[in-house]
């Protein structure tokens, strides 16, 4: 339940209550950043979505700890014309509709295009002629590929982080060429990106822009099958979950070469909700939210998890856990990868960052004696802010745990009935 003293933000001024147009609130990011919002503060949320699954337990009537506070509206913003009206009755937007599964980005891609940018576009204009401050979700994958992609395989600078590091305000964004359908959804999220940009740059709108880095945890995408199409192929997590729980050996794309980092769900929505309630830090600015020491191969991803549901369900792990597939088996013609994502968190840590954390990461002093020293610098700045906290390891155990007590009975019921031919 939110507390009833007032809250302050991180220049220590009170939080006024606000009105939060939540487009996409019954998706995963959704469902816990409205857990968050309803939880631990006093804003109002309009929750706009096709389907309501995940934030049912938001909506039953006996909520009364935040009876009032959440109004579901079934929505398609494609074609409603309700979409303005309930922008015009808040405070913000948080824009996190899109097709975001690298699955569809081959086989559906005028979907991906259409869904990423253009039914973007009447959420952009709506803010923008009503003055409303808009949350944009992007994505990671606007960067592509990065530079040291490019460099010989033996090159030492491939080790440089300046080659691979990625930067909101200097990387570049690399991608393959038109006949590799997979960059539809990164070409459509960085023209809206840049839309959103000039919208601020024109005529004056208040936006914050978000490109998650992998944001895991209960609750993400569907088990083919059971809450999700059959045929249906979710991302990593969610295929690596689904092949744990019907004992199967998890299919590594092109050998799990490429990198990436994982954030928890719960510490990344923490970042969110700073910039909902520090306009004056977050506008004007694009954030990467991401923890970059959470950094493993899709192979190591692969053997943690078959560890972790090991250790989670008690049962012994497959002799043979992997097996490689190529991607163009897994995915289809015209299936290309980024090598590696990791995320430079320097704006994200002077805007919304600890006092102790930035200079750390700036200076390179040691944490440890200024975290001893945080209390102060806290007082002084009053800049608790954010900080990612939650190993790779912690944050697999929390999602394979709620995976397995969620899906394991459904999913033996369901390979022991008789298949028909």
């Not at 590594?252 to 070469?257: C, F, I, K, T, W």
Request: with cysteine.
């Amino acid at each position: 339940m939110a507390s009833s003293t007032v809250r302050v933000d991180l220049d220590g001024k009170p939080i006024n209550q606000l009105t939060i147009c939540m487009i996409g609130a019954g998706g995963f990011i959704g469902s816990h950043l409205c857990e968050k919002i309803l939880n631990e503060t006093q804003h109002k949320i309009l929750a706009l979505d096709v389907y309501n699954d995940k934030i049912k337990h938001l909506l039953e009537p006996d909520s009364l700890s935040w009876a009032g506070r959440i109004q579901f509206h079934r929505i398609n913003i494609k074609h409603d014309s309700r979409l303005e009206g309930l922008i015009k009755m808040s405070d913000l937007t948080i824009n996190l509709a899109a097709i975001c599964t690298p699955a569809d980005y081959n086989t559906r891609p005028l979907d991906t295009i259409y869904s990423n940018f253009v039914d973007a576009l009447p959420v952009v204009k709506y803010c923008s002629e009503n003055g409303k401050r808009l949350i944009h979700f992007s994505t990671c994958e606007v960067y592509g590929k990065t530079i040291g992609s490019f460099l010989p395989k033996d090159s030492p600078l491939r080790q440089d982080p300046a080659y691979y590091m990625l930067k909101e305000d200097a990387s570049p964004c690399i991608f393959g060429s038109i006949e590799k359908q997979r960059w539809s959804y990164a070409c459509a999220k960085q023209l809206i990106e840049r839309l959103v940009y000039a919208e601020g740059a024109e005529n004056g709108l208040e936006f914050t822009i978000v490109r998650p880095f992998n944001w895991i945890g209960p609750r993400m995408d569907f088990i083919p099958g059971v809450d999700g199409p059959s045929e249906g192929v979710p991302r990593v997590l969610a295929c690596f979950s689904n092949a744990l729980l019907r004992r199967e050996p998890l299919k590594l794309v092109d050998g799990g070469e490429s990198q990436r980092t994982f954030v928890y769900i719960k510490d990344a929505i923490e970042a969110v909700l700073l910039m909902i309630e520090n306009p004056s830090r977050a506008n004007g600015h694009i954030f990467n939210v991401g923890n970059p020491n959470n950094e493993v191969t899709v192979r190591q991803l692969a053997e943690m998890m078959t560890a972790v549901y090991a250790n989670v369900s008690g049962e012994p792990a497959l002799e043979k856990p992997t097996v490689d597939v190529s991607s163009k088996e897994f995915y289809g013609e015209g299936y290309d990868d980024s090598d590696k994502r990791i995320p430079d968190m320097t704006i994200i840590n002077r805007q919304l960052g600890s006092a102790a954390f930035f200079l750390s990461y700036i200076f390179n002093f040691p944490l440890t004696l200024l975290l001893m020293c945080n209390v102060i610098l806290t007082f002084m700045w009053r800049t608790p802010g954010w900080n990612p906290k939650t190993s790779l390891w912690d944050l697999l155990d929390s999602t394979l745990t709620y995976q397995h007590k969620t899906y394991a009975e459904a999913i033996k019921k369901m390979m022991s009935q008789p298949t028909t031919s």
